[in-house]
C-alpha cells in the first residue's frame, strides 16, 4: 500500500541535495556516503517514493538495499526541516514498510540484467559504480525546473578522475550513447537528464591544498559548502555558490556568483585553472594554448566544452577582525545607491542588497514566523531592504559613520533569538512611546536600546527553538547556541540559510548583470518581473542585489515560486519566463550591462569583460 501522506511529501523535493552535505554537524546520511548514488540518499528515496506512488518503476534488487540500508537515523528530518519545513522520515518509513509487504507477500523482486554496454561501463568504473537499474536512473529522471520533463537514462556511471571520464566517453561514442553531467542536485534549467548515460560526479571529492600557490584544487564532486570549510580550516575563503552546488558544474553553468563577488569578482576571475574532457574523449586544460578558448564569449550562445573534472579554485584572504554589519533602509534607492558607494570605495569584501523576502526567510525558523517576521520588519519597523556588509573592523568603523543606523551581529543574534517574542508585538507599544516622528528601526537599532531589548525580548536558544515540532526543538535549541548560527560573517560565508529560498514552495531565479551607475534601470527591471509574476499570478518577490566590478555593475536576482507539482503553476510559470526572457533581451539592446544568466549556459569560465563590456 502507498501511503499518501508520505507520497505527497515525496513529491514535493526541491532537489536541493543539502542532505548530501554535512551543514549542520549532524553527519550524513550512512547509506549515501557508502554507495554515492543519489538513490542510497534522503533526496532520491523521496523521488524513489514518488516514482512507486506514480507505478514508474518495480520493485527491482537494488531497490531492496536501498530500503534495506537506511538506518531511520532521523538526520535527513533536521536536515531538510530546516531548509524545507519537510519531514522525509513519514518517507523513509514509508519505503521501507512498502519493500518490507511486497517481500512479505511474497510478490517478484524483479531482476535487471546486464547488457554489453554495462558491462563496458563497469570495467571503467568498477562493479559498484555503473548501473542499470531502474531504482537508481529513476532518482536521475526528473528535475523540479518547470520546462524539464521525466528522461529516463539508460545507465548511471560514477566516474572517480578524469582517467575515468575519458574512458566513459569513449564507450558512449562507440556505442553512439548520449550523456549528460550531474551535479548535487538540480539545474533549475532541467539541463541535467539524458536518455543515454548520466555521469554523476559525486565520487570525485579529492581536495588538496596549495598555500604557496594561493590555491586549492579540487575533484569535479566537491561541493561549496566543504569547500569552504576545508579553505576555513586553514585561515582562507573562495567564493563559491549555493552550499550543496558542486564547484565544477556550477563554474561550467554560468560561473560563481556570491555575495563576495564584489570583491573577489565573477567568471574568470576565481579560477587558476581546470581540466576537461572534450565531447570527443579528448583531454584538455583551461590554459592549454592549443586548447578550446574558454576565456571567451559568444553572445549567440555556446554549446557544452565537454566535462570538467577538476579545477584550482583562488583562496582569499581572511582576517581575524572580520565581522557582519546590516544597513537597514526604507527606500531601495538609498539602499542602491550606499552598496554602490561601498564598493566604489573599497569598503567591504561581501556586500548584498537584500529584499523583505530574504532577510525574513533566512533568518526564520519556519515559513509562518517568516511570513510574521517579514510584515513585522516592513510595516511596523520600516525596514524595506537590508544591506549586509562583511568586512574587517576598519571597513566596518567606517560603516558606522557613514551610515549611523546599523546593526552589528550584538544585535543580530538578539533578533533571531527572540523572533518568536518580536513577532509577538507586546514590545512594540513601549518604543512607539519612546519615538514617533521617525522610523521605529531608527530607535530599535540603537545601542543605547539593546539592553532594554535584551531585557523585553528575553533572546535564547529556547525561545527559538519552541516555535518548530515539539520532536525538533531539543535539536533547534543545541543548533541556535552555536555561535556561528547567528554570525552574520560566517552565515554569509557558507550560505546555508540561502537553501530556505525554496522553502515555502521551489524557487526559479532571474539572476543576470546590471548596470549599478542607472539605478532606475534596475528599478524598472524590477517593476516588470513584478508586472509579470502579478499577471500570472505566481508568488513572487526581489531577491537581491551585489556590486561588482568596484560598483560599475550589479548581480541581480528576481525570484518567482512555484508547486512544481502542479500542472497548472508550471504552464503559468512558463508563460512568465516567456515573458521575461524577451522584456530583459529588449532592455539589454536599449542598455549596457545587462545581461542575463542564460546566455552565459555553457560559459562560466568566460572572463566578465567578454560579457559585461561587449
Not at 539508460?154 to 574512458?167: C, I, T
Request: net charge negative.
Amino acid at each position: 500500500m502507498i501511503s499518501e501522506k508520505a507520497a505527497g511529501i515525496a513529491a514535493q523535493c526541491r532537489h536541493y541535495a543539502m542532505c548530501k552535505i554535512d551543514f549542520l554537524g549532524t553527519g550524513l546520511c550512512p547509506p549515501g556516503e557508502d554507495n554515492h548514488y543519489v538513490s542510497y540518499y534522503p533526496q532520491g528515496r523521496m523521488d524513489l517514493y514518488d516514482a512507486l506512488a506514480k507505478g514508474l518503476i518495480p520493485v527491482t534488487e537494488r531497490l531492496v538495499d536501498i530500503a534495506n540500508t537506511c538506518t531511520l537515523c532521523g538526520i535527513c528530518d533536521k536536515q531538510c526541516h530546516f531548509v524545507t519545513e519537510l519531514r522525509p522520515m513519514v518517507v523513509m518509513r514509508a519505503l521501507k514498510d512498502h519493500v518490507g509487504s511486497h517481500i512479505a507477500e511474497n510478490k517478484k523482486i524483479v531482476q535487471i540484467e546486464e547488457d554489453d554496454i554495462l558491462k563496458q561501463f563497469k570495467k571503467v568504473v568498477g562493479e559498484k559504480n555503473a548501473t542499470n537499474d531502474p531504482a537508481i536512473l529513476v532518482t536521475y529522471s526528473n528535475d523540479p525546473a518547470p520546462m524539464a520533463k521525466i528522461q529516463m537514462p539508460q545507465y548511471v556511471v560514477l566516474p572517480s578522475g578524469r582517467e575515468e571520464v575519458k574512458n566513459i566517453i569513449s564507450v558512449c561514442n562507440q556505442f553512439k550513447i548520449p550523456f549528460a553531467v550531474r551535479g548535487n542536485g538540480s539545474s533549475v534549467f532541467g539541463i541535467v537528464m539524458s536518455e543515454g548515460v548520466v555521469l554523476d560526479m559525486g565520487r570525485n571529492k579529492e581536495i588538496s591544498m596549495d598555500k604557496d600557490n594561493w590555491k586549492i584544487n579540487i575533484g569535479a564532486g566537491v561541493s561549496a559548502f566543504d569547500l569552504q570549510i576545508e579553505a576555513d580550516k586553514n585561515g582562507f575563503r573562495v567564493n563559491s555558490a549555493e552550499p550543496s552546488a558542486l564547484i565544477c558544474s556550477n563554474i561550467m553553468c554560468s560561473g560563481i556568483l556570491s555575495t563576495f563577488s564584489n570583491s573577489y569578482g565573477t567568471g574568470a576571475d576565481n579560477y587558476v585553472d581546470a581540466e576537461f574532457v572534450s565531447n570527443q574523449g579528448e583531454a584538455f586544460n583551461l590554459n592549454d594554448k592549443k586548447g578550446p578558448n574558454l576565456f571567451g564569449f559568444d553572445k549567440q550562445g555556446s554549446p557544452s566544452p565537454g566535462i570538467c573534472t577538476g579545477a584550482s579554485i583562488k583562496l582569499q584572504p581572511v582576517t581575524e577582525d572580520e565581522e557582519g554589519l546590516g544597513i537597514p533602509f526604507s527606500s531601495f534607492d538609498e539602499a542602491a545607491t550606499f552598496c554602490r558607494d561601498l564598493s566604489r570605495r573599497r569598503i567591504g569584501i561581501s556586500i548584498a542588497l537584500l529584499g523583505g523576502e530574504y532577510i525574513s526567510t533566512f533568518i526564520s525558523p519556519t515559513s509562518d514566523m517568516a511570513e510574521k517576521v517579514k510584515t513585522l520588519f516592513i510595516e511596523t519597523l520600516g525596514i524595506s531592504f537590508l544591506v549586509v556588509v562583511i568586512g574587517d573592523k576598519y571597513a566596518i568603523e567606517t560603516i558606522k559613520k557613514m551610515a549611523p543606523i546599523t546593526i552589528n551581529d550584538k544585535l543580530f543574534r538578539l533578533m533571531m533569538l527572540s523572533l518568536p517574542q518580536m513577532v509577538a508585538g507586546e514590545w512594540i507599544e513601549m518604543l512607539g512611546e519612546l519615538e514617533t516622528n521617525r522610523n521605529l528601526y531608527e530607535l530599535f537599532c540603537k545601542e543605547e536600546m539593546y539592553p532594554l531589548l535584551e531585557t523585553v525580548l528575553n533572546p535564547s536558544p529556547e525561545a527559538i527553538g519552541s516555535v518548530v515540532p515539539e520532536d525538533l526543538r531539543d535539536f533547534y535549541t543545541q543548533l541556535y547556541s552555536r555561535p556561528e548560527m547567528t554570525n552574520l560573517a560566517w552565515l554569509s560565508t557558507f550560505r546555508i540559510l540561502s537553501s530556505r529560498m525554496g522553502r515555502f514552495k521551489h524557487v526559479v531565479a532571474f539572476i543576470g548583470y546590471a548596470p549599478l551607475d542607472k539605478i532606475e534601470v534596475i528599478k524598472k527591471m524590477i517593476g516588470e518581473f513584478k508586472r509579470i509574476g502579478d499577471k500570472y499570478n505566481l508568488k513572487h518577490d526581489y531577491g537581491f542585489l551585489t556590486p561588482v566590478d568596484l560598483g560599475k555593475r550589479a548581480i541581480l536576482e528576481y525570484d518567482f515560486y512555484i508547486d512544481h507539482t502542479n500542472p497548472a503553476e508550471i504552464q503559468q510559470m512558463l508563460r512568465a519566463m516567456g515573458e521575461a526572457g524577451p522584456m530583459v533581451g529588449e532592455m539589454s539592446m536599449n542598455t549596457k550591462g545587462i545581461q542575463w544568466i542564460n546566455t552565459i549556459l555553457f560559459q562560466g569560465f568566460s572572463r566578465k569583460e567578454n560579457f559585461l563590456y561587449r
